[in-house]
């Protein structure tokens, strides 16, 4: 199965930007939609952006004109790229293909990578 490893979270100050990636271990990123999830302690894990096969995108409402997400299908990588960042923006990162149809993730999650921002 492919899997999936997200990197460059860390710790930035409110209003800072980080960029996020996801390097597949082989070619999905043309084949399914895909989506950049988070998971802040005592919550359940929500999807922030996806793009799909052909390179549409949305967004959670929340973070619409903060993050964008978006994709290098020749190097199996994608990007979030995260700016004007918030306290509340606080979680764990993960990136996972998805079934448009039903929603449900396809891949095992990765370990996925810690933003911090601090108020």
């Known amino acids: 199965q492919v899997q999936l490893v997200e990197s460059g979270g860390g710790l930035v100050q409110a209003g800072g930007s980080v960029r996020l990636s996801c390097v597949a271990s082989?070619?999905?990123?043309?084949?399914?939609?895909m989506g950049w999830y988070r998971q802040a302690p005592g919550k359940e894990r929500e999807r922030v952006a996806a793009i799909t096969s052909g390179g549409l995108t949305n967004y959670l409402d929340s973070v619409t004109g903060r993050f964008t997400i978006s994709r290098d299908i020749a190097e199996n990588t994608m990007y979030l790229q995260m700016n004007d960042l918030k306290p509340e923006d606080t979680a764990v990162y993960y990136c996972?293909?998805?079934?448009?149809?039903?929603?449900?993730?396809?891949?095992?999650w990765g370990q996925g990578t810690q933003v911090t921002v601090s108020s």
């Open positions: 082989g070619a999905v990123f043309n084949r399914n939609a």
């Open positions: 996972n293909q998805f079934d448009s149809m039903t929603i449900a993730p396809l891949l095992s």
